[in-house]
């Protein structure tokens, strides 16, 4: 689904991909494609979400949290061989509008990344108000910049995403 999207991705497709019978598929997701999509969305959603929350248990600095995040996803796009972006957008956007239950996994993920990333911007010096607008800045800007960098089949997006949140995390830190 990462790959080809929610609609791209055949039950055959899942079930090569897990190695499993028929049977078992219909017998641990009762819900068919659709909720076996719910977890997978759930699962990969859960480990961006650990990452960041580890970054920002970690760093030193908001500019260092930043770029952990910027650089991990820019890791991980680069080993898929440019196949794999964010976990969730390729499945958000072609089902966010049809499915209630994608749309809401979907919105989940995004929000709790976000809340994360507020969450270390705050520990390391951002005010309360500005570690949300913060938040909400770098995770347009990482998304973006991994579609693009996807697209592009370069991780320069990615590269210059890296520069404007080290900037930005620059000049929102508060006074000591």
């Known amino acids: 689904m990462r790959r080809q999207g929610f609609h791209g991705t055949a039950l055959q497709d899942i079930l090569v991909a897990g190695g499993a019978p028929r049977g078992s598929l219909y017998f641990h997701f009762p819900g068919g494609k659709e909720q076996i999509g719910s977890a997978a969305l759930t699962l990969s959603a859960e480990a961006v979400r650990a990452g960041i929350a580890g970054a920002a248990a970690t ?11 910027v650089r991990a996803m820019a890791d991980e796009l680069e080993r898929s061989d440019y ?15 049809q499915s209630d239950v994608l749309g809401a996994v979907a919105r989940n993920a995004f929000q709790a990344w976000e809340l994360d990333i507020k969450r270390g911007l ?4 951002l005010t309360a108000g500005d570690a949300g607008l913060a938040a909400t800045m770098v995770l347009c ?10 697209t592009y089949r370069t991780l320069e997006p990615l590269r210059r995403a890296e520069q404007a949140v ?11």
Not at 59 to 66: G, I, N, Q, V, Y
Not at 122 to 125: C, S
Not at 141 to 150: K, V, W
Request: hydrophobic share 50%; aromatic share 6%.
């Open 122 to 125: 705050f520990r390391l010096g």
């Open 83 to 97: 196949h794999e972006g964010c976990p969730i957008a390729t499945t958000a956007l072609e089902t966010a509008a």
């Open 141 to 150: 800007q990482l998304e973006g910049a991994l579609l693009l960098a996807r």
């Open 59 to 69: 760093a030193e600095t908001a500019e260092l949290f930043l770029v952990q995040i």
């Open 166 to 176: 080290k900037m930005f995390a620059r000049l929102g830190k508060r006074d000591e």
